[in-house]
């Protein structure tokens, strides 16, 4: 099936369920939580019964985030706690890694928190920055909070679970840059062989690559009860969709073309919020472990 035919039958004919899974006395964090999926996926989780770490790049929007969720939600302020994580920093992971360190106990995680913008070329602590945000930091910090998800497997008799969040548009990537001589990551950071209109999917596909291995190295058993996937929730109307691509098209097409499109198209971020809650569900099935999540189910 194209891939056009496979995003209108997944955003027009196919329902995405409510979440009501009981997360009650589980501990989450998510990543990218003051807006869009994030937010949305964290009112999911505290209404379901978790205390939720909302890791966000700016302390002020993630306590007015919290505030927020308070008033819609009525759970407990002790439920809901803010703590600073910059991707584009490894400083800011590995600090948040510490603190990880120090929880009583961590049930799942999700990597929502990402960036899009092409506009120009900029480099991030020895990476392009979209590789940075969406994929070597996310991978970093993955691993400096798997020891505590594995901890709590065996402390609370759990499946932990580990969620990147990542884009049905990784089938679209040209991937021209593996085809460079040399490391990979040079082409990455080389404004000669980067394509940056396609950087956001190639991004996103690699940090699928990055999730399928991590995942292979650390198989599921027995003593070490975590589920680690990767999960697209399907075009939503969120802020880094609509600000996609970074040349500016022309304006019936900015205007009229793209705003009815997203209308007819896009999820709200509530109903793509779904497929994170669900992909961290404490039930999940070990058949997600590895797996590419799509519309709340395992895809091809």
């Known amino acids: ?17 409510v ?23 964290t009112k999911h989780l505290v209404r379901l019964g978790a205390t939720v770490i909302l890791a966000v790049r700016s302390i002020p929007k993630g306590r007015a985030a919290a505030d927020s969720i308070i ?31 120090q929880l009583e106990r961590l049930d799942a995680v999700i990597q929502n928190a990402a960036m899009d913008d092409c506009s ?28 505590k998800l594995r901890e709590s497997t065996v402390k609370f008799g759990i499946t932990a679970r580990l969620s990147f969040i990542g884009s049905a548009l990784l089938q679209l990537a040209k991937f021209e840059e593996q085809h460079a001589p040399g490391d990979l990551f040079d082409a990455l950071n080389d404004t000669e062989v980067s394509c940056m209109e396609d950087r956001y999917r190639v991004s996103k596909l690699l940090l699928l690559y990055a999730t399928r291995s991590m995942a292979a190295a650390m198989p599921m ?16 109307a969120t802020s880094i969709v609509k600000k996609q691509g970074s040349k500016q098209p022309p304006l019936f097409i900015q205007y009229v073309v793209k705003p009815v499109a997203l209308a007819i198209l896009a999820r709200t971020p509530e109903q793509g919020s779904r497929t994170l809650v669900d992909a ?21």
């Open 1 to 17: 099936m194209s891939f056009a035919l496979s995003m209108l039958r997944s955003q027009l004919f196919t329902p995405l369920p």
């Open 19 to 41: 979440p009501t899974s009981s997360f009650a006395s589980q501990t989450i964090i998510v990543t990218g939580a003051n807006s869009g999926l994030g937010f949305e996926a």
């Open 71 to 101: 008033q819609v939600t009525g759970a407990e302020s002790s439920r809901l706690l803010v703590w600073q994580l910059d991707l584009a920093s490894q400083d800011s992971v590995k600090e948040f890694g510490k603190k990880v360190e």
């Open 120 to 147: 120009e070329f900029v480099l991030t602590e020895g990476f392009e920055r979209h590789i940075a945000v969406n994929v070597v930091n996310p991978v970093l910090l993955g691993m400096l909070v798997i020891a």
């Open 221 to 236: 058993s027995e003593m070490s009860l975590v589920v680690i996937n990767y999960v697209t929730p399907g075009l939503c």
């Open 280 to 300: 961290v569900k404490p039930d999940i099935s070990s058949e997600a472990h590895g797996a590419y999540l799509r519309d709340c189910r395992v895809a091809p």
